[in-house]
């Protein structure tokens, strides 16, 4: 399944999301509720999985703004909060489930399974398309006017990420985030190595060059031919 994991304690965080992939899910991380708000509204989850206390809002906030815009993808409040009135809070703001801290790995992994086999299909195109570039999230292949891109996993996992924010600066620490699960870089220049070689296999062979870099910031995939 793809999870999105909403938690800013570090620690935490890195360690839910290692066991989940370990248990063969695919995970996407946000420290901030704004960040997580807005990967929230994109419904392209099975599971949410969603601290009640995060830096610049709270997770009932995100819970309550996805419901309201149709967002259907089963919540696991996963908080030291664990008064009976903030499980009843958080049930009533449209969670599935509530699990409180510390808690046992296992059960974890048992209730976002549970989760996931009432989860509704889900709500993601089978592929996506900036321009000339097609990415097919079924077979996990790319292509650019039509012809088939050779992309390693990370690398398609970097070109789906700029397509789905096509026309959108995302900056390194995005990237570093959302693609790789790290919340710091851990050698210089991973992020500009990586796309370098994508160039190589996106732009170099067509003439005309679609990744471009923000100075300072980050990276942006046009959406113009």
Known sequence: ?????????????????????????????????????????????????????????DGLSIVKRARAAGVSTPVLFLTAMSAIGDRVDGLQAGADDYLVKPYAFSELLARVAALGRRAPALDMRDKLQAGDIEVDLGSRTARRSGIDLDLTPQEFRLLEFLVRHAGLVVTREMLLQKVWGFDFEPRANLIDAHMSRLRAKVDKPFGHERIQTARGTGYRLSDLD
């Open 1 to 57: 399944m793809k999870i999105l994991l909403i938690e800013d304690d570090a620690e935490a965080a890195q360690f839910a999301a290692r066991g989940l992939k370990e248990a063969g899910h695919v995970v996407d991380l946000a420290s901030r509720a704004d960040d997580g708000e807005h990967l929230a509204l994109e419904g392209h989850y099975d599971v949410f999985v969603v601290d009640r206390m995060l830096p610049g809002g």
